[in-house]
């Protein structure tokens, strides 16, 4: 069984290239729903937040309000950082123990797993697999595709990005690099050429 860590930055693809690998026939484990899932009501996540920043970041139904607590630690770099004190060590146990399950249910050679997680690199996720897979956009793709597809100003956009690792430093990380700033249809022919080499 062979584990990919892929990721890139906002408005970059990546979801494109997860669904292509879906269809393709990969087993794909969603680092943002296990995020979502450990922080449920009752988890021990939800309770070191709500510590953390108070019942404000709580729905009336007590669960996580998430464009709340995104809020309030967007703008802050120090909140931000506590926040993924909080969730990314659970949200690493939580990928590693689903891979050895899957490695115990598949033992095969030429099963394909892939952590979807867009800060794989940023949380220290890459220990946990055997390839990253980058998909990269030059800065003004990302721009203008946050512009039209959430409907930023340019400012909140370029915010977005800065908050991010820079791409030249995600580069460091990747073993292969797929360019989605042309078409979708080269997008995916270079998805189906890394799928076919690995397979």
């Known amino acids: 069984m062979h584990v990919i860590g892929l990721t890139g930055g906002i408005a970059s693809g990546k979801s494109t290239v997860s669904r292509h690998l879906a269809k393709l026939g990969a087993i ?59 969730t990314h060590p659970k949200i690493f146990a939580e990928i590693r123990e689903r891979i050895a399950k899957l490695r115990e249910r598949y033992d095969c050679l030429h099963r394909v797993v892939v952590i979807d997680a867009p800060l794989l690199i940023e949380a220290g996720f890459v220990p ?29 956009a370029e915010a977005r990005l800065k908050s991010q690792l820079p791409l030249e430093q995600k580069l460091v990380y990747a073993d292969h690099i797929i360019q ?18 690995l397979t």
């Open 28 to 86: 794909i484990l969603d680092a943002d729903q296990i995020a979502r899932e450990i922080v449920a009501p009752g988890k021990p996540a939800l309770q070191e937040i709500v510590k953390e920043f108070g019942e404000e970041v709580l729905l009336p139904d007590g669960s996580l309000d998430r464009a709340r607590l995104g809020k309030l630690v967007f703008a802050d770099k120090v909140k931000r950082d506590r926040l993924n004190q909080i």
């Open 180 to 197: 989605n700033t042309g078409t979708v249809e080269a997008t995916i022919a270079r998805v189906n050429e890394l799928w076919n080499r």
């Open 128 to 156: 946990l697999v055997e390839s990253v897979w980058l998909v990269a956009a030059d800065e003004e793709t990302q721009i203008k595709r946050l512009m039209e597809r959430d409907g930023y100003s340019r400012p909140e």
